[in-house]
T-cell receptor, first 112, second 116 residues
Framework: DAKTTQPTSMDCAEGRAANLPCNHSTISGNEYVYWYRQIHSQGPQYIIH???NNETNEMASLIITEDRKSSTLILPHATLRDTAVYYC?????????????FGAGTILRVKS | KAGVTQTPRYLIKTRGQQVTLSCSPISGHRSVSWYQQTPGQGLQFLFEYFSETQRNKGNFPGRFSGRQFSNSRSEMNVSTLELGDSALYLCASSITGGIRDIYGYTFGSGTRLTVV
């Protein structure tokens, strides 16, 4: 699985969009980009994933560059409850036995 | 629907003892994975079980073991506990642990193990 690089921390004002970047320059053509977040003292929570195209769901949007070397997770209207550690993972989905390789993630602090 | 249930929530053990942690996956999920989270090493994969068989294993010593029952519930065991085993142990469930689980894994809230 490709290594991902994320900023250590970011701040965002409540109500504004939070844009979290992720670099995955060695990603292979069939590796997916997944985003999880972990709120203090809870297990990680799935947010969104993508392969080539941009994706949007009720939680967030995922923008993947055309060369797939980087991506951005967008939380359109950040709230205080979005304060968490956000993990970007590049993973080749196998037929079975998949494992998630978590890096250090980005600490997002949403401030009022 | 009920989420992934891990018990106990907190546990304090003495060095040298052994411990068993339990994970009940979401109903219908047959794959259970275990992860260890520590401040120094972050989240690390321990092993994955499906249909009572271990299919993948991380880089942990043999003191860490697990099993899965026919109802998909899983337990992990750590023998001869060391201070460094103090961590948050998380389990995650998915339908198959495979390519059809494209929408990811559902994690429990974890068991906080403290070794003294």
């Amino acid at each position: 699985d490709a290594k991902t690089t994320q900023p250590t921390s970011m701040d965002c004002a409540e109500g504004r969009a939070a844009n979290l970047p992720c670099n995955h320059s060695t990603i292979s053509g069939n590796e997916y980009v997944y985003w999880y977040r972990q709120i203090h003292s809870q297990g990680p929570q799935y947010i969104i994933h993508g392969l080539k195209n941009n994706e949007t769901n009720e939680m967030a949007s995922l923008i993947i560059t055309e060369d797939r070397k980087s991506s951005t997770l967008i939380l359109p209207h950040a709230t205080l409850r979005d304060t968490a550690v956000y993990y970007c993972i590049a993973i080749l989905i196998m037929e079975y036995g998949n494992k998630l390789v978590f890096g250090a993630g980005t600490i997002l602090r949403v401030k009022s | 629907k009920a989420g992934v249930t891990q018990t106990p929530r907190y546990l304090i053990k003495t060095r040298g003892q052994q411990v068993t942690l339990s994970c009940s996956p979401i109903s219908g999920h047959r794959s259970v994975s275990w992860y260890q989270q520590t401040p120094g090493q972050g989240l690390q994969f321990l092993f994955e079980y499906f249909s009572e068989t271990q299919r993948n294993k991380g880089n942990f010593p043999g003191r860490f073991s697990g099993r899965q029952f026919s109802n998909s519930r899983s337990e992990m065991n750590v023998s001869t506990l060391e201070l460094g085993d103090s961590a948050l142990y998380l389990c995650a469930s998915s339908i198959t642990g495979g390519i059809r689980d494209i929408y990811g894994y559902t994690f429990g809230s974890g068991t906080r193990l403290t070794v003294v």
